[in-house]
Protein backbone atom coordinates (compact mmCIF):
# COMPACT_ATOMS: atom_id res chain seq x y z
CA UNK A 1 0.00 0.00 0.00
CA UNK A 2 1.32 3.53 -0.97
CA UNK A 3 2.71 5.51 2.15
CA UNK A 4 0.83 8.79 0.01
CA UNK A 5 -2.81 9.89 -0.26
CA UNK A 6 -3.71 9.41 -4.18
CA UNK A 7 -6.03 11.75 -5.72
CA UNK A 8 -7.75 12.30 -9.28
CA UNK A 9 -6.84 15.36 -11.51
CA UNK A 10 -8.91 15.96 -14.56
CA UNK A 11 -6.53 18.80 -16.79
CA UNK A 12 -9.01 21.12 -18.78
CA UNK A 13 -6.24 23.12 -20.23
CA UNK A 14 -3.80 23.01 -22.12
CA UNK A 15 -5.17 19.82 -22.46
CA UNK A 16 -7.73 16.93 -21.43
CA UNK A 17 -7.10 14.18 -19.48
CA UNK A 18 -8.15 12.14 -16.13
CA UNK A 19 -4.34 12.09 -14.50
CA UNK A 20 -3.93 10.04 -11.32
CA UNK A 21 -1.37 10.95 -8.93
CA UNK A 22 0.08 11.05 -5.20
CA UNK A 23 0.87 14.99 -5.78
CA UNK A 24 -1.31 17.09 -3.37
CA UNK A 25 -3.41 19.55 -5.54
CA UNK A 26 -0.53 22.46 -4.94
CA UNK A 27 2.13 20.38 -5.72
CA UNK A 28 0.70 18.28 -9.09
CA UNK A 29 0.01 22.05 -10.64
CA UNK A 30 3.71 23.11 -10.10
CA UNK A 31 4.83 19.96 -11.38
CA UNK A 32 3.05 19.73 -14.56
CA UNK A 33 3.50 23.90 -15.48
CA UNK A 34 7.02 24.05 -14.54
CA UNK A 35 8.29 20.96 -13.29
CA UNK A 36 8.18 18.30 -15.94
CA UNK A 37 9.45 19.37 -19.49
CA UNK A 38 7.80 16.48 -21.24
CA UNK A 39 4.51 17.67 -20.01
CA UNK A 40 3.59 21.47 -20.49
CA UNK A 41 5.60 24.74 -19.61
CA UNK A 42 2.81 28.01 -19.31
CA UNK A 43 -0.71 27.95 -17.07
CA UNK A 44 -3.04 24.73 -16.19
CA UNK A 45 -6.33 24.35 -15.41
CA UNK A 46 -7.50 21.33 -13.74
CA UNK A 47 -9.77 20.13 -11.20
CA UNK A 48 -9.29 17.73 -8.34
CA UNK A 49 -12.06 14.55 -8.81
CA UNK A 50 -13.52 13.15 -6.03
CA UNK A 51 -11.61 10.00 -5.43
CA UNK A 52 -14.62 7.48 -4.86
CA UNK A 53 -15.46 8.55 -8.96
CA UNK A 54 -15.72 5.60 -11.16
CA UNK A 55 -17.23 5.46 -14.66
CA UNK A 56 -16.71 2.10 -17.51
CA UNK A 57 -14.92 4.42 -19.87
CA UNK A 58 -12.28 4.74 -17.73
CA UNK A 59 -9.80 2.36 -15.68
CA UNK A 60 -9.66 4.10 -12.91
CA UNK A 61 -8.94 1.02 -10.74
CA UNK A 62 -6.45 -0.05 -12.36
CA UNK A 63 -4.67 3.07 -12.64
CA UNK A 64 -4.59 3.93 -9.52
CA UNK A 65 -3.20 0.79 -8.53
CA UNK A 66 -0.45 1.80 -10.81
CA UNK A 67 0.14 5.22 -9.10
CA UNK A 68 2.81 3.82 -7.39
CA UNK A 69 6.62 5.25 -7.81
CA UNK A 70 8.12 2.46 -6.71
CA UNK A 71 10.49 4.36 -4.35
CA UNK A 72 10.19 4.77 -0.98
CA UNK A 73 9.55 8.44 -0.10
CA UNK A 74 8.82 9.68 -3.48
CA UNK A 75 5.51 10.32 -4.65
CA UNK A 76 4.30 8.90 -8.21
CA UNK A 77 3.79 12.23 -9.70
CA UNK A 78 1.50 11.37 -12.48
CA UNK A 79 -0.62 8.18 -14.47
CA UNK A 80 -2.56 9.18 -17.21
CA UNK A 81 -5.79 7.48 -17.35
CA UNK A 82 -6.90 9.10 -20.14
CA UNK A 83 -6.64 11.61 -22.41
CA UNK A 84 -9.48 11.56 -24.89
CA UNK A 85 -13.38 12.38 -24.58
CA UNK A 86 -12.43 12.76 -21.24
CA UNK A 87 -14.56 15.76 -19.59
CA UNK A 88 -18.29 14.25 -21.37
CA UNK A 89 -17.73 10.79 -19.35
CA UNK A 90 -16.98 12.89 -16.04
CA UNK A 91 -19.56 13.56 -13.46
CA UNK A 92 -20.03 17.18 -12.77
CA UNK A 93 -21.32 16.23 -9.04
CA UNK A 94 -17.79 14.30 -8.67
CA UNK A 95 -15.68 17.93 -9.04
CA UNK A 96 -14.39 19.40 -5.62
CA UNK A 97 -12.75 22.32 -6.74
CA UNK A 98 -10.71 23.94 -9.93
CA UNK A 99 -7.42 25.26 -9.69
CA UNK A 100 -5.69 27.59 -11.51
CA UNK A 101 -1.85 27.36 -12.15
CA UNK A 102 0.31 30.64 -13.49
CA UNK A 103 3.29 30.07 -15.57
CA UNK A 104 5.45 29.88 -12.77
CA UNK A 105 3.66 27.52 -10.81
CA UNK A 106 1.56 29.31 -8.33
CA UNK A 107 -1.98 27.69 -8.08
CA UNK A 108 -5.38 29.40 -6.74
CA UNK A 109 -7.92 27.18 -5.51
CA UNK A 110 -11.34 28.01 -6.70
CA UNK A 111 -14.57 26.74 -5.18
CA UNK A 112 -18.23 25.42 -6.14
CA UNK A 113 -20.06 28.57 -6.12
CA UNK A 114 -24.36 28.63 -6.71
CA UNK A 115 -24.63 32.53 -6.98
CA UNK A 116 -25.35 33.22 -10.32
CA UNK A 117 -26.34 36.80 -9.61
CA UNK A 118 -23.30 38.10 -10.70
CA UNK A 119 -24.17 37.82 -14.62
CA UNK A 120 -27.72 37.32 -14.67
CA UNK A 121 -28.34 40.01 -17.44
CA UNK A 122 -30.45 39.16 -20.30
CA UNK A 123 -29.50 40.08 -23.11
CA UNK A 124 -26.03 42.18 -22.65
CA UNK A 125 -23.26 40.98 -25.22
CA UNK A 126 -20.61 38.70 -24.32
CA UNK A 127 -17.01 37.04 -25.56
CA UNK A 128 -17.00 33.87 -24.31
CA UNK A 129 -13.61 31.51 -24.51
CA UNK A 130 -14.54 27.75 -24.91
CA UNK A 131 -12.03 26.05 -23.09
CA UNK A 132 -12.39 22.21 -22.91
CA UNK A 133 -13.02 20.34 -25.11
CA UNK A 134 -14.13 22.51 -27.73
CA UNK A 135 -11.90 26.02 -28.04
CA UNK A 136 -13.73 28.56 -30.19
CA UNK A 137 -13.40 32.22 -29.39
CA UNK A 138 -17.04 33.05 -29.48
CA UNK A 139 -19.87 36.13 -29.05
CA UNK A 140 -22.92 36.37 -27.54
CA UNK A 141 -25.64 37.47 -26.42
CA UNK A 142 -26.65 34.54 -23.90
CA UNK A 143 -25.92 34.96 -20.53
CA UNK A 144 -23.43 32.02 -18.64
CA UNK A 145 -27.10 29.58 -18.05
CA UNK A 146 -28.16 30.07 -21.48
CA UNK A 147 -25.07 29.42 -23.23
CA UNK A 148 -23.72 26.56 -21.51
CA UNK A 149 -27.52 24.91 -22.60
CA UNK A 150 -26.75 26.09 -26.04
CA UNK A 151 -23.68 24.77 -26.53
CA UNK A 152 -24.64 21.63 -24.79
CA UNK A 153 -28.07 20.50 -26.21
CA UNK A 154 -29.34 23.43 -28.52
CA UNK A 155 -26.61 23.26 -31.22
CA UNK A 156 -25.07 20.23 -33.16
CA UNK A 157 -22.73 22.11 -35.03
CA UNK A 158 -20.37 23.33 -32.98
CA UNK A 159 -21.78 22.17 -29.86
CA UNK A 160 -20.33 19.61 -27.03
CA UNK A 161 -21.92 17.11 -24.40
CA UNK A 162 -20.08 18.88 -21.76
CA UNK A 163 -18.22 22.58 -22.24
CA UNK A 164 -16.14 24.37 -19.86
CA UNK A 165 -15.76 28.17 -20.66
CA UNK A 166 -15.13 31.76 -19.52
CA UNK A 167 -15.83 35.32 -20.12
CA UNK A 168 -13.55 37.85 -21.17
CA UNK A 169 -13.89 41.28 -19.43
CA UNK A 170 -14.57 43.76 -22.18
CA UNK A 171 -16.38 46.82 -22.28
CA UNK A 172 -18.41 46.17 -25.52
CA UNK A 173 -20.09 49.66 -25.77
CA UNK A 174 -16.95 51.04 -26.43
CA UNK A 175 -16.14 49.19 -28.53
CA UNK A 176 -19.42 49.83 -30.39
CA UNK A 177 -19.03 53.80 -29.82
CA UNK A 178 -15.95 53.04 -32.15
CA UNK A 179 -17.94 52.99 -36.19
CA UNK A 180 -14.31 52.63 -37.50
CA UNK A 181 -13.31 49.26 -36.27
CA UNK A 182 -10.04 50.20 -38.36
CA UNK A 183 -9.27 53.50 -35.51
CA UNK A 184 -8.72 51.34 -32.89
CA UNK A 185 -5.72 51.03 -32.03
CA UNK A 186 -5.21 46.85 -31.10
CA UNK A 187 -7.38 44.27 -30.38
CA UNK A 188 -8.31 43.73 -27.29
CA UNK A 189 -7.14 39.75 -28.01
CA UNK A 190 -4.06 38.39 -29.14
CA UNK A 191 -4.11 37.54 -32.71
CA UNK A 192 -7.78 38.47 -33.29
CA UNK A 193 -8.35 41.13 -36.00
CA UNK A 194 -10.16 44.21 -34.27
CA UNK A 195 -12.43 44.66 -37.57
CA UNK A 196 -13.32 40.84 -37.39
CA UNK A 197 -14.21 41.14 -33.72
CA UNK A 198 -16.44 44.50 -33.89
CA UNK A 199 -18.18 42.73 -36.93
CA UNK A 200 -19.20 39.68 -34.62
CA UNK A 201 -20.86 42.21 -32.05
CA UNK A 202 -22.84 43.94 -34.98
CA UNK A 203 -23.93 40.87 -36.38
CA UNK A 204 -25.65 40.08 -33.05
CA UNK A 205 -27.03 43.67 -32.21
CA UNK A 206 -28.28 43.70 -35.81
CA UNK A 207 -29.77 40.81 -35.55
CA UNK A 208 -31.35 39.78 -32.23
CA UNK A 209 -32.69 36.21 -33.13
CA UNK A 210 -29.03 35.42 -33.97
CA UNK A 211 -27.32 34.31 -30.26
CA UNK A 212 -23.92 33.10 -31.10
CA UNK A 213 -21.19 34.72 -33.88
CA UNK A 214 -17.64 32.97 -33.85
CA UNK A 215 -14.35 35.29 -33.90
CA UNK A 216 -11.95 32.63 -33.75
CA UNK A 217 -11.46 28.84 -34.28
CA UNK A 218 -8.25 29.23 -32.24
CA UNK A 219 -8.37 30.18 -28.58
CA UNK A 220 -6.34 32.81 -27.27
CA UNK A 221 -6.51 31.51 -23.32
CA UNK A 222 -3.13 30.67 -23.29
CA UNK A 223 -1.78 34.42 -24.12
CA UNK A 224 -4.28 36.28 -22.07
CA UNK A 225 -3.84 36.88 -18.18
CA UNK A 226 -5.91 35.76 -15.88
CA UNK A 227 -6.44 39.40 -14.89
CA UNK A 228 -8.46 38.97 -17.95
CA UNK A 229 -11.18 36.82 -16.60
CA UNK A 230 -14.68 38.13 -16.33
CA UNK A 231 -16.63 36.40 -13.27
CA UNK A 232 -14.80 33.42 -13.06
CA UNK A 233 -15.04 29.78 -15.01
CA UNK A 234 -18.16 27.47 -15.74
CA UNK A 235 -18.83 23.67 -16.16
CA UNK A 236 -21.99 23.10 -18.09
CA UNK A 237 -23.97 20.32 -19.49
CA UNK A 238 -28.21 20.53 -20.05
CA UNK A 239 -29.23 20.55 -16.98
CA UNK A 240 -26.67 21.74 -14.74
CA UNK A 241 -23.99 24.62 -14.23
CA UNK A 242 -21.35 24.78 -11.83
CA UNK A 243 -19.34 27.81 -11.08
CA UNK A 244 -16.19 28.81 -9.65
CA UNK A 245 -16.04 32.73 -9.29
CA UNK A 246 -12.91 34.19 -9.04
CA UNK A 247 -12.04 36.41 -6.17
CA UNK A 248 -11.85 40.27 -6.19
CA UNK A 249 -8.07 41.96 -6.79
CA UNK A 250 -8.26 42.51 -3.67
CA UNK A 251 -9.12 39.66 -1.79
CA UNK A 252 -6.04 37.73 -4.19
CA UNK A 253 -3.67 40.37 -2.65
CA UNK A 254 -4.78 39.46 0.73
CA UNK A 255 -5.19 36.08 0.82
CA UNK A 256 -3.12 34.58 -2.26
CA UNK A 257 0.11 37.35 -2.64
CA UNK A 258 2.28 34.92 -4.52
CA UNK A 259 -0.61 33.82 -7.13
CA UNK A 260 -1.56 37.67 -7.20
CA UNK A 261 1.93 38.81 -7.69
CA UNK A 262 2.13 36.45 -10.66
CA UNK A 263 -0.75 37.09 -12.42
CA UNK A 264 -1.26 41.28 -11.77
CA UNK A 265 2.21 42.78 -11.33
CA UNK A 266 4.90 42.82 -14.30
CA UNK A 267 8.94 42.89 -13.24
Known amino acids: MSEFQKHLYLILYPN ?3 VASELNPEDFGKHYAVGSPKHFSGKVIFAEIHLDFRHDYFQIEEYLRRTDSGMPGVPKKTKFIKSYRVLEHVDLESILALYLVTVNGHVLKLEKSDDFTLFQQPKRLRVYQEICPLQLL ?4 LDPQQFGKYITIETES ?3 PKIFFTQYKLDVEKLLATTDAQSLSASPFPNINASNLTAAILELVNNP ?3 TKTISLNEVFGQISYAQIQHGFWLAEPDRLIFFPMPSEEELEEKHYR ?3 SVYRTT
Do not use: T
Not at 138 to 141: H, L, Q, T
Open 158 to 160: KGA
Open 16 to 18: EAL
Open 259 to 261: WWK
Open 138 to 141: VASN
Open 209 to 211: DKR
